[in-house]
């Protein structure tokens, strides 16, 4: 079997043959057709509401479909359950972490499959062995016998990769496994993934980064409303291509920030440390600049922001906004001052996922839309609609939950929150992140009107294009120190990873 | 970077004493062995200053009704733990334990002739067909483990009061080789402390190495998550509520051997007592971390406290705010180890990883 051009006239390892699933009235997959061959690596690409997310719980046997059928190895497969997927050799790697905070890293990898000995014990010492090998394969440095909590996203990803590659898998799902990684924890991932596949293992990767999925994928298959479009070797396809079949549409520039008159400085940061974290960081913003934090994950950005913010305490530095010092440490003052930060990850720090859209489109502005301590609901509404049709956020109705929504319109639900608060300043950490390609114009185009009207931003992004695109300037970060500053002519894929991996910090 | 390294774990190099994982225990193991030992200091510092003020504390009388007073409510605490690490809770525990006892004495009243093993078997399963009735309620509703225990705590308790029907059972409807059981020491240790110490190991033992004990605490710190890695959630609620009630029964039987003396409102409120124990052992009420030992401490401590308060003779109304501030001063230890925790994170994943 050879890994460069896996056969795909073989008899496929899986196939989904029509499979098709619907949540009430909602069709999330309909007759959805996929094969699997052994040796492949196949992309499965598609915007968010795609019906990527169910096709993968169907794998993992955690969704049973309404219909259709699925064989292994030419064997009708029927899954009762995850431990049913698992036993088939199927692993999944979600794009949510799913880990227990409260067990050691090892356990997690391991659970309900630990080494054993004497009297069916398990036997921690072998599982904490197991687990360190396993990192050194990927490449990384975490305490297997550490608790999973505390542990950052990428970290936390790692070990969900550690997982999946812990038990023999014939068929490798990985859901957006890169959304949180750094290139060069991206490149180990896909060693792995490469070797996996040598082996005779399958792979389907979703991602929505189509440089990773020309780098690592022999076919694409492609689907749109919950519906199969096409799939075709990766070779015969371009990125365009592939985006037009996702959108049904063509689009005409991914990243359209447009110049922006430069005005006086918003925001400047003088100085700030926190030891271990980051030291002596000083950077400023001006109106209507979108500058970009960029670096490999854990340079230290996002803490920065936190603690720009006042999420975080910090030893040293100062904070101004519009020229005015911001007290360290209190967020409310920072809203006060102008500023606003749309986290990194929107489920645990930006969103009440159980509320709905008009409350959590509100919730920053409660002060404001309140009389006497009494929240005016048709206040709160209108400011709701207000906002939500300006940002164009998909929803049956402003009453819903936010967990309903898909994942770019909630990430706008929460730039709505922050935009309610009239800032002068937003600080934006990943803003794209597990977004389909047409939202993520959405939000860019967003972004530079923003810019336009005179905001200062700050944006944090992992994805290079996405900062080249955007950004007016480009800061670099490593290992807690900003090393470089390009201005947007100098700023390029080179220039800034260069930078980023700590190469010619002090050029 | 060969993949058959990855599926099968090697055991051929096996338990090389040059191991490093043989020689530092775990981050996440220390944490627990901390946890412990602060309650161990508690418990010798109470001893210790109990002991200055009067010497026949730890006389060996003293000693021995110590032992015997904190055996019931350790193996309650034990059982409980089992549930709260599932991030559930069982409050029926003490109508079990009453109901249980009740029907320990009816037994040997119509049937004077039975032997206590037989009467234990009896007891311990009533127990825990009591708790499949709470483990099976809350499977089928699909309704928080607080409701339905809330309910069937009363539900237990009124078919112990139809059944008593005001009547009461005295030592002498039983067999002196039962209530032995209950009064009988063995080295000077009470027989009683010994069955909860038993019941301690063994479920201490069960928790820390045994895949389905670890599910449990799996369980309880993510339930979505446990659910995706396959884990029998539903099953293994049902088995640790069954369980829990088997633990009451088994309290239960032990509870007619000790006094004798029964009516139908034996062990009324026993249960928050039971919730507290395990809380001050350090079983996070949110489920997912805690141990049967932690557990066992914490009943040991609460019951300790109770009776050196007699001994200092502080007034008996005291005992309940000193069993509140020590909830609480338990629960700030709890906040204060884990921002430790937290901060060595932070300071060790600055350096790379």
Not at chain 1, 237 to 242: I, K, R
Not at chain 2, 19 to 43: C, H, K, Y
Request: charged share 20%; proline share 4%.
């Amino acid at each position: 079997m050879t890994a460069d051009a896996p056969g795909t006239d073989g008899a496929p390892l899986l196939v989904l043959d029509g499979v098709t699933k619907s949540f009430g009235a909602v069709a999330a997959l309909r007759g959805v057709h996929l094969a699997l061959h052994s040796g492949e690596a196949h992309a499965l690409v598609g915007e968010n509401g795609a019906g990527k997310s169910t096709l993968v719980k169907i794998l993992a046997g955690a969704h049973a479909p309404d219909a259709g059928a699925m064989t292994l190895d030419g064997q009708p497969l029927r899954l009762r359950g995850p431990a049913d997927a698992r036993a088939a050799g199927i692993a999944v790697i979600y794009q949510e972490p799913t880990l227990f905070p409260d067990l050691s890293v090892a356990e997690n990898i391991f659970m309900g499959r630990q080494p054993l000995r004497g009297l069916r014990r398990i036997d921690t010492t072998a599982m904490n062995r197991d687990a360190e090998r396993l990192f050194q394969r990927l490449g990384v440095r975490i305490d297997p016998t550490r608790p999973a909590r505390g542990l950052s996203i990428a970290d936390q990803q790692l070990v969900e990769i550690a997982k999946a590659i812990s038990f023999d898998a014939r068929v490798l799902v990985m859901d957006e496994p890169t959304a949180a990684l750094s290139g060069v924890e991206v490149e180990r991932l896909f060693a792995v993934a490469r070797s996996l596949c040598e082996h005779g293992a399958a792979v389907l990767f979703i991602s929505h980064r189509f440089n990773e999925v020309f780098d690592l994928c022999h076919r694409v298959t492609v689907l749109r409303d919950g519906a199969w479009v096409s799939s075709d070797r990766a070779t015969d396809l371009t990125v365009d291509e592939v985006v037009r079949r996702m959108v049904g549409r063509d689009v005409a520039s991914l990243y359209p920030k447009q110049d922006a008159e430069l005005r006086d400085t918003l925001l400047e940061v003088r100085g700030l440390t926190r030891a271990g974290v980051f030291t002596d960081v000083s950077f400023s913003v001006r109106g209507g600049e979108i500058v970009a934090l960029a670096g490999l994950v854990g340079a230290g950005r996002s803490e920065v922001a936190r603690a720009v913010f006042g999420v975080d305490r910090y030893d040293a530095g100062e904070v101004l906004v519009a020229g005015r010092a911001v007290p360290a440490g209190n967020p409310g003052r920072a809203i006060a001052a102008g500023m606003a930060l749309v986290p990194e990850d929107r489920r645990q720090q930006g969103l009440v996922m159980e509320l709905s859209v008009e409350r959590n489109a509100t919730l920053a502005r409660r002060r404001a839309l309140s009389r006497l301590g009494l929240l005016l609901g048709a206040a709160e509404r209108a400011e709701a609609r207000h906002w939500t049709r300006r940002l164009q956020v998909k929803t049956s109705r402003l009453g819903a939950p936010v967990a309903t929504l898909s994942g770019g319109n909630q990430q706008k639900v929460v730039l709505a929150k922050w935009l309610a608060t009239e800032p002068r300043v937003l600080i934006i950490d990943e803003p794209t992140r597990g977004i389909d390609v047409g939202t993520k114009s959405e939000v860019h185009r967003l972004l530079s009107e923003l810019a336009g009207e005179g905001l200062a931003i700050l944006m944090i992004s992992s994805e290079l294009p996405e900062v080249l695109g955007m950004a007016d300037r480009v800061l670099v970060m490593h290992e807690g120190r900003l090393v470089r500053e390009l201005p947007r002519d100098e700023a390029d894929e080179t220039s800034i990873m260069f930078a980023a991996t700590g190469q010619g910090a002090t050029a | 970077m060969s993949l058959t390294d990855a599926g099968a774990p090697e055991r051929a190099a096996g338990n090389a004493p040059s191991d490093p994982g043989r020689q530092r225990r775990g981050l996440t193991e220390r944490l627990l062995a901390v946890r412990e030992l602060s309650l161990l200091i508690a418990l010798g510092l109470l001893v210790l200053v109990t002991t200055v003020r009067n010497d026949r504390f730890l006389s060996g009388q003293s000693v021995k009704d110590l032992l015997l007073g904190c055996a019931i409510l350790v193996i309650l605490a034990v059982g409980q733990t089992l549930v709260i690490i599932t991030r559930n809770v069982d409050l029926s525990v003490g109508s079990i334990l009453g109901l249980v006892a009740f029907a320990t004495g009816s037994l040997f009243l119509s049937a004077p002739g039975t032997p206590w093993p037989v009467a234990l078997v009896v007891g311990v399963a009533l127990g825990a067909l009591c708790g499949a009735v709470n483990g099976g309620l809350i499977a089928v509703a699909r309704v928080p483990a607080l409701v339905i225990t809330l309910g069937t705590l009363y539900a237990f308790r009124g078919i112990d009061y139809y059944w008593a029907s005001g009547s009461q059972i005295n030592a002498a409807d039983m067999p002196p080789s039962f209530l032995r059981l209950g009064n009988q020491t063995v080295l000077g240790v009470p027989v009683l402390f010994l069955v909860a110490l038993v019941v301690v190991a063994v479920v201490g033992f069960y928790l820390r190495s045994y895949r389905s004990g670890r599910e449990l605490y799996a369980i309880g710190s993510e339930p979505a998550a446990a659910r995706l890695s396959g884990i029998p959630v539903g099953r293994r609620v049902f088995a640790v509520f069954v369980a829990s009630g088997a633990f009451a029964g088994l309290a239960g039987v032990l509870y007619a051997a000790r006094f004798g003396t029964l009516d139908a409102a034996a062990g009324t409120g026993l249960e928050l007592q039971v919730v507290a124990a395990a809380v001050v052992g350090g079983v996070a009420i949110f489920g997912g971390s805690g141990s049967a030992y932690g557990a066992a401490l914490g009943a040991v401590l609460l019951t300790t406290i109770g009776s050196s308060l007699a001994v200092l003779r502080i007034d008996p109304f005291w005992q309940q705010a000193v069993v509140g501030a020590l909830i609480l001063a338990a629960i700030g230890l709890d906040r204060v180890l884990a921002l430790r925790v937290a901060a060595r994170l932070r300071g060790r994943s600055a350096h790379g990883a």
